[in-house]
């Protein structure tokens, strides 16, 4: 039972007052941000990290994760009362479930998104709980070449795996990397990029650059967005789903949790696309495909469960190995760099309390969201009231101020509006601002391992296939490089013709 | 009047029901009811209409170019920085590889991707993000001299009451009540060296 040991202790460090106020905090304003359409969890987070400077790292994480899941439950109740996808993860959760209110049933809609949400996630942090450990000791032996593949492998898998354009997520990613080189060179001292400006001699923070480029973009561009006017909803009665919705809906639920799961594990998958998928399979299972977009409860509690399992998953990377998954988890990983914790496999054994912390946090933060959106829910339609015109200016505000008080100087500011401005013109032009922000976070690990690589091959590359895993991982590199091609030939045959315009469609709020 | 707000997809509006009477939401009411009943592909197509419209072949040529340029550049610094070799790499040898990744892949967008249909058009929305950002430097730019009250103050103005739409009495006390609250929480409660006048 040793094994277990470090998880019940976990507990403890979750059941501290200012642990669990801080999880209160975060599920709340993700259940928030999830509801009003706009922000998105990544813009939030990155909004919000000056807010974790003075608290411990273990809190820092659990909020900023239960910012993340929040969003996933808040992001369905939009979707369903007003046809609103609240979040990118729960867009096709609008096929249904409006359909379900329409007849009536938003309430039923709301509870199994609800309890759907509740099982995948809960099952993702039990599965994260078994598989992570067992990740973790395995790359524990990895040294710099494996890391140098690694990294490589993640950037370019979030890079072609994101929604825009691949040969532009491929140069966000690259300028991802310069930008992470401005700056003291760790090798010799010399000063690359800085032009002579003393404030750059330390190279670039990552909290400017993540508020700019996903935050204070994010906002100048929602200025400038249609939105579709929406109806005051009606009101929601009965979020309690019947016996019979809950057995027609278990079968989706459970794929959806496994799905959801596998797909959030997967560099550059994660909840929106855990969603999609579980849609396709549920629609593509069903014995009445025609029910679908009809009111259909699987087609509500599929996505629902997946996007929430995948979203609990996609810490399991970045917690064991050290490489994010995906934009949000690019922001967890220069949260945690920010105190002084450098995620990766000797995580589990140096810093058990913040490993299981943050997992079992997940285990209350899915408990509290349950209780607000089953029985208060009617308190979060209402937000739904404040104006997008309101909270525009007032989240633009919170980002300049807070940008000041990272370091109390302007020039973080200065940097905030610069990168709000390449932010904004990234999503303009049909750059991913994702890949960015996550080889910017990879930056200096990838260029310090692959130089200490090459010192040890004796600055011969094809040393890198003499080891088995890193020579596995640059294959997989290649076969990922190569591979789109391959990939869209698949996809057309395998997904119904009818589901194209749909994935084509959705755009990643960060 | 102002512009943006007599648009009936008022920027910034999500979630939002327009204020001011001319925001002009009575014309989408009956349409919103013919659209109850539309099939998922039907709501996928009608999103694809109402995103902005995308941008022709300049805009990709021009941030392609944009690409190049920032490569290139980068590309001259790092071989100036010196780049050694693999086996004793000089500080240039990095950024170096990582510039030819991106002059390639500039040179890639520029002749294969001309055609994507990725970007959006600036439009008559655009003047919304441009005006808020010449507002977010004007207040980066007073806030050392005289605090940042009445930057906050004007910004949420004319956020509110020009890009967002609001009526004028709603805008003001909304806007003063923000400031307060933030006056209260950075300089009060959290006590931070924020730049402040009062």
């Given amino acids: ?510 | 009047m102002i512009q943006v707000s007599s648009s009936p997809s008022v920027p910034a509006g999500g979630g939002s029901r327009p204020a001011a009477p001319s925001g002009g939401n009575a014309p989408q009411a009956p349409g919103d009811d013919v659209l109850e009943d539309l099939t998922p592909e039907q709501l996928a197509a009608q999103w694809e209409e109402e995103k902005p419209p995308a941008a022709g072949a300049l805009a990709n040529a021009a941030s392609s170019l944009v690409v190049l340029g920032v490569g290139t550049g980068a590309l001259v610094l790092s071989v100036a920085m010196g780049l050694g070799t693999p086996a004793a790499p000089e500080p240039g040898l990095w950024p170096f590889m990582i510039s030819c990744v991106m002059v390639v892949l500039g040179l890639f967008q520029l002749t294969v991707g001309r055609h994507n249909r990725d970007a959006e058009k600036f439009t008559r929305m655009s003047s919304a993000p441009l005006t808020g950002l010449v507002t977010l430097a004007a207040m980066v730019a007073l806030m050392p001299a005289i605090g940042f009250e009445l930057p906050a103050l004007v910004l949420c103005i004319i956020w509110m009451r020009f890009l967002g739409g609001e009526t004028w009495r709603s805008t003001l006390l909304v806007s003063a009540i923000v400031v307060a609250a933030f006056y209260g929480i950075f300089v009060l409660a959290l006590n931070t060296s924020i730049p402040h006048l009062f």
């Fill in chain 1, 1 to 510: 039972m040793d094994f277990l040991n470090p998880v019940i202790n976990g507990f403890a460090v979750v059941l501290e007052p200012s642990n669990l106020l801080y999880c209160l905090i975060g599920v709340v304003i993700g259940m928030l941000i999830g509801v009003l359409p706009g922000l998105g969890p990544a813009a939030t987070i990155a909004i919000l990290l000056p807010l974790t400077y003075n608290v411990e790292p273990v809190t820092a994480i659990i909020m900023l994760a239960g910012i993340f899941y929040g969003a996933q439950y808040g992001g369905t109740i939009t979707s369903v009362l007003l046809r609103l996808p609240g979040e990118a993860s729960s867009v096709v959760t609008v096929f249904d479930g409006y359909q379900m209110a329409k007849q009536g049933k938003a309430g039923t809609a709301l509870g199994l998104a609800s309890i759907g949400s509740f099982i995948g996630g809960t099952a993702s942090i039990v599965g994260l709980t078994f598989l992570a450990p067992v990740v973790a000791s395995f790359a524990l032996d990895f040294g710099p070449a494996e890391y140098s593949a690694l990294a490589l492998l993640g950037i370019l898998l979030v890079a072609t795996i994101s929604n825009g354009a691949k040969t532009k997520a491929l140069i966000a990613a690259a300028v991802g990397l310069l930008l992470a080189t401005v700056g003291r060179d760790i090798f010799t001292g010399e000063s690359r990029f800085t032009f002579g400006n003393l404030e750059l001699a330390d190279g670039i923070d990552f909290v400017p650059i993540a508020m700019g480029i996903f935050g204070l973009g994010e906002i100048l561009y929602n200025l400038e967005e249609r939105h579709r006017a929406a109806k005051a909803p009606s009101k929601v009665t009965n979020v309690w789903p019947s016996r019979t919705d809950l057995t027609q809906a278990s079968g989706a639920i459970a794929r959806g949790s496994v799905l959801g799961f596998f797909l959030g594990i997967l560099p550059g998958g994660g909840a929106t696309i855990a969603s999609m998928a579980s849609y396709a399979m549920e629609k593509k299972r069903a014995k009445q495909p025609e029910r679908f977009g009809k009111g259909a409860p699987e087609g509500v509690a599929g996505p629902e469960t997946a996007n929430n399992a995948a979203a609990t998953s996609s810490f399991i990377p970045l917690l064991t190995l050290g490489i994010p998954a995906n934009a949000t988890m690019a922001l967890m990983f220069g949260a945690l760099l920010i105190q002084g914790v450098t995620p990766g496999p000797q995580l589990v054994e140096q810093d058990p309390g913040l490993f299981w912390g943050v997992v079992n946090s997940m285990y209350i933060g899915n408990i509290l969201l349950l209780i607000m959106s089953l029985p208060l829910v009617g308190i979060f339609v209402k937000i739904l009231r404040v104006r997008a015109a309101i909270l525009a200016p007032v989240t633009a505000l919170i980002t300049l101020l807070g940008a000041y008080t990272i370091n109390n100087s302007m020039f973080d500011v200065t940097l905030v509006v610069v990168f709000g401005i390449v932010g904004y013109l990234m999503k303009k032009f049909g750059f991913e601002p994702g890949p960015l922000v996550l080889a910017f976070v990879l930056g200096s690990l990838l260029e310090s391992s692959l130089r200490r690589s090459l010192l040890v091959f004796g600055g011969d590359p094809t040393g890198f296939f003499t080891r088995p895993i890193s020579a596995t991982l640059l294959i997989v590199f290649v076969l990922v490089a190569v591979l789109p091609g391959i990939r869209t030939l698949l996809a057309k045959r395998t997904t119904a013709p009818s589901e194209q315009p749909i994935t084509t469609k959705i755009k990643e709020k960060v």
